[in-house]
């Protein structure tokens, strides 16, 4: 059986996205929209978000820049998060998708999520997850991506993204490995977190956004505005959201992502899906299967299959969209990285695990041709004290931020004197 026929496409079943109807942008400003547990965007009323407040007590815990709060638990439903049997493991396997997520985000604030009621049906997505977005044109990273990187909460009243799952299908709830008969609940929650941070389209298939259009500009997500005819480099969205893609761009398998650092480590810009037909939820959203097999963002999930971390160029494209992400030897500093020099080589100044080294102390007054391959070269220690010289004032600072001093004339004579001693010496014998 093919790789279609033996996978679950992501459109149908993780993002199925019906949008409730928009009737004007004016008087609407504090609307917000958001994905429910249907995988449907749907715009809250003003004063409707008591749907959505903050919960306390038992339901509530803190992962990293992730606060999250459990409407299975604060209802005691018995189901999904709160099974009896099963509920502590898919908890542990959502904060390890979380913790994995600390660990390659730099971020100064932190996200308030919601885990919405659990589904048991299997009839609708396997699992959702969205930002809250704002009534207004142009690119919006979502509430979550607003918090992560600011630090500043972007609506006190209401809560930054959603999460839900439908535990009527057959799960693999835990970390352990995956059987050829379940979906794996890390991959699943994985795919759906990386949406709500603010990998998500909301083009539809006119090209237009799905939420909200005035004149010729939408309403569009930050994924929106890197997007490229691969044939020809041309944006199909404009700076300020204004559109510039048909709806045949969005069926023509011909769109890429244009993220400089995504491009640089893929080797190419790496290929969204636009299919012919135009896939509702899925178009646009996610991975041209050309990139791979092994990207957390494709656009479909096949059962026994675990993808639980991100493509080395997959998480430089969350770089692209704004985030600061930790990976050694990607140029880019960032989290616990005292220096990133682009590569994971050591005795470079920069290590393999991005922690500066000492410098390299050259060999005074010998050529480097001249030295033996097998002559060690000493390397100055940052933390030993040193002795005061005169020569203190000729000190250079090293690449390493360390004082490598100058060679004194003091040494010389010292030497030269010793040569004499030990002739005369001789002489005499």
């Known amino acids: 059986m093919d790789w279609i026929g033996r996978s679950v496409w992501l459109g149908s079943v993780f ?22 547990g249907d995988g449907q965007w749907r715009w809250v009323e003003p004063g409707g978000q008591e749907t959505f407040v903050r919960k306390g007590g038992p339901s509530k815990e803190t992962i990293g820049p992730f606060n999250i709060s459990y409407d299975d638990l604060l209802l005691e439903t018995g189901v999904g998060f709160d099974d009896p049997v099963s509920g502590d493991a898919r908890r542990e396997t ?13 971020v100064p604030g932190i996200a308030d999520f919601q885990i919405l009621s659990s589904q048991t049906d299997g009839t609708g997505p396997l699992a959702t997850a969205g930002p809250f977005l704002s009534p207004a044109t142009g690119f919006q990273g979502g509430f979550v991506y607003d918090h992560l990187t600011t630090g500043i909460d972007p609506r006190a009243d209401s ?7 439908d535990f009527g299908y057959a799960w693999n709830s835990d970390t352990d490995e995956t059987s050829q008969i379940e979906f794996d ?36 997500g930050l994924l929106d505005a890197l997007l490229v005819r691969g044939s020809t480099g041309e944006r199909l969205y404009l700076a300020g959201g204004e559109i510039n893609a048909t709806a045949e761009d969005v069926s023509s398998g011909d769109v890429r992502f244009a ?13 969204v899906f636009a299919s012919d037909p135009y896939v509702e939820a899925t178009s646009i959203g996610h991975w041209s299967n050309g990139v791979g097999s092994r990207a ?10 675990a993808r639980r971390r991100y ?24 989290g616990a990285e005292e220096c990133d020099d682009g590569n994971t080589d050591d005795l470079d100044g920069c290590d393999s695990s991005c922690l500066s080294e000492g410098a390299m102390v ?21 933390d030993a004290p040193q002795e005061p010289s005169p020569a203190d004032n000729l000190s250079q600072p090293s690449a390493g931020g360390c004082s490598v001093s100058a060679p004194s004339t003091g040494g010389v004579w010292l030497v030269l004197f010793a040569l004499l001693l030990f002739r005369r010496r001789s002489r005499g014998t």
């Open 15 to 36: 993002a199925v996205v019906v949008v409730a109807g928009w009737a004007s942008a004016s008087g609407a400003q504090d609307r917000v929209a958001y994905r429910d």
């Open 94 to 106: 959502l904060r390890s998708v979380f913790g994995y997520l600390s660990s390659v985000l730099d």
């Open 159 to 165: 809560l930054d993204g959603t999460v839900a799952v």
């Open 185 to 220: 609940l890390y991959t699943g929650l994985l795919h759906e977190i990386t949406h709500a941070l603010g990998f998500f389209s909301v083009v539809g298939p006119d090209a237009k956004s799905l939420l909200l259009n005035v004149e010729n500009t939408g309403l569009l």
């Open 259 to 271: 993220g400089s650092r995504a491009e640089s480590f893929f080797g190419q810009s790496p290929p």
């Open 296 to 305: 957390v963002m494709l656009a479909g999930l096949v059962r026994g299959d």
């Open 311 to 334: 493509a080395s160029w997959e998480l430089q494209a969350l770089g692209d969209l704004g985030y600061d992400v930790v990976a050694c030897g990607d140029g880019f500093p960032a």
């Open 362 to 382: 050259p060999d005074a007054g010998i050529p480097d041709a001249m030295v033996p391959e097998d002559t060690p070269r000493q390397v100055a220690q940052p």
